[in-house]
C-alpha cells in the first residue's frame, strides 16, 4: 500500500526565513512524487514534480530514497507562500494519486 | 484550469436527501476523479473513471457512486447524505500520458 506522511499540520516562518515543509512516503517501488499548492480560494495546482528537477516560484524538492523522503524547500520565504501545501504519490504506471494530510504554510511579515 | 468546472460550487442539503454534484470538462481526457478534502485528512480519493462508463472505487467510496455516459461529465451522487459527508469536493482529470492532476473550483457541500 503507497501512503504519504506529512508530520506538520501547521507552519510558520518569518519572511526571508527557510522553509522546509516535510514528506515521508511508503511505496514498494519507484514512485511519481508531487508537491501541490492550494492558495486561498483558489484550486490546487502543481507545484513540482520530482522528476522535472525544476525550480518553480524558489521552491526546490528532492528524492531521497534511503529515507523515502521529498522535503519541499525554499531559501527565503515570500509573503505570497501562504498556502495549503499537499505531498502526494503516484506508483509508476498508475495515475492515482494518494495526498498527505497537508501542511498549512504561513508566512510572518 | 484545464477547462474544469464543477457545479453546483456550493451546496446545503438536509440529512437523507440525494445529492448530484457534476464535473465537466472540455478536452476529452480519459480520466478523472472524485475527491473530498477534509481537514487532518488532507485530499481522499472516492472515485476514479477511465473512461465512458469505466469506473473503480477509491479510498472512501462508500455512500457514494458515480456515473460517466459522456467523455466531458463525471457525476457524483450522495445517495442519502449524511453529516459525514460534509466537506469540499473536487473533481479532476489527468491528460493521457501525463502524471499532472488539474483539478476544478470545488463544490462546498454542507448537509445538515
Known amino acids: 500500500a503507497q501512503r504519504v506522511t506529512q508530520p506538520e499540520k501547521l507552519l510558520s516562518v518569518f519572511k526571508g526565513a527557510p522553509v522546509e515543509l516535510k514528506c515521508n512516503y511508503s511505496y514498494s517501488g519507484s514512485p511519481e512524487l508531487f508537491w501541490y499548492v492550494q492558495y486561498s480560494r483558489q484550486r490546487l495546482q502543481l507545484l513540482l514534480r520530482h522528476i522535472s528537477r525544476e525550480s518553480i516560484k524558489g521552491f526546490t524538492a528532492d528524492l531521497n530514497k534511503g529515507e523515502t523522503s521529498f522535503h519541499l524547500k525554499k531559501p527565503f520565504a515570500q509573503e505570497e507562500d501562504s498556502a495549503m501545501y499537499y505531498c502526494a504519490l503516484s506508483g509508476h504506471g498508475n495515475e492515482k494519486l494518494t495526498f498527505g494530510t497537508g501542511t498549512r504554510l504561513t508566512i510572518i511579515p | 484550469d484545464a477547462g474544469i468546472t464543477q457545479s453546483p460550487r456550493h451546496k446545503v442539503t438536509e440529512t437523507g436527501t440525494p445529492v448530484t454534484l457534476r464535473c465537466h470538462q472540455t478536452?476529452?481526457?480519459?480520466?478523472m476523479y472524485w475527491y473530498r478534502q477534509d481537514p487532518g485528512h488532507g485530499l481522499r480519493l472516492i472515485h476514479y473513471?477511465?473512461?465512458?462508463?469505466?469506473?473503480d472505487k477509491g479510498e472512501v467510496s462508500d455512500g457514494y457512486s458515480v456515473s460517466r455516459s459522456k467523455t466531458e461529465d463525471f457525476l457524483l451522487t450522495l445517495e442519502s447524505a449524511t453529516s459525514s459527508q460534509t466537506s469540499v469536493y473536487f473533481c479532476?482529470?489527468?491528460?493521457?500520458?501525463?502524471?499532472?492532476?488539474?483539478f476544478g473550483p470545488g463544490t462546498r457541500l454542507t448537509v445538515t
Open positions: 479532476a482529470i489527468t491528460p493521457d500520458r501525463s502524471y499532472e492532476q488539474y
Open positions: 478536452e476529452n481526457h480519459r480520466y
Open positions: 473513471s477511465y473512461g465512458v462508463k469505466d469506473t
